[in-house]
């Protein structure tokens, strides 16, 4: 079992930044790949951002690309998400997720074993 806690989220307007923040605990941190993915009321969990085990391969959604910046530090046991140039429509809850047999990296969300509870992200324009 992992256990995933989000924290950073926050109210923000947009063209500001945001560091989202994974704590994760219970199992070996780098036997896992992780992945951020966000959700709004009425739509699917939307994938965001992935990175390997070591941290060498990452892997972006389109709209995120150049804008958010996926990092892990496998002796914290944590994974950040650095969000810039912050959009109205980036406004969601942003949740952690962490997989076990994911080989480098997915943004399949079936493919993640564990989620943490979540962290809200709110972007006024």
């Known amino acids: 079992q992992v256990h995933l806690v989000e924290s950073g989220g926050a109210l923000v307007q947009a063209g500001g930044s945001l560091r989202l923040s994974c704590a994760a605990s219970?199992?070996?941190?780098?036997?896992?790949?992780m992945g951020w993915f966000r959700q709004t009321p009425g739509k699917e969990r939307e994938f965001v951002a992935a990175?390997?085990?070591?941290?060498?391969?990452?892997q972006y959604a389109d709209s995120m690309k150049g804008r958010f910046t996926i990092s892990r530090d496998n002796a914290k046991n944590t994974v950040n998400l650095r969000m810039n140039s912050l959009k109205p429509e980036d406004t969601a809850v942003y949740y952690c997720?962490?997989?076990?047999?994911?080989?480098?990296?997915?943004?399949?969300?079936?493919?993640?074993?564990?989620w943490g509870q979540g962290t809200q992200v709110t972007v006024s324009s």
């Open positions: 997720a962490a997989g076990f047999r994911i080989m480098p990296t997915t943004i399949k969300a079936g493919d993640y074993d564990y």
């Open positions: 219970g199992r070996t941190f780098s036997n896992y790949a």
């Open positions: 990175i390997s085990r070591s941290g060498a391969i990452t």
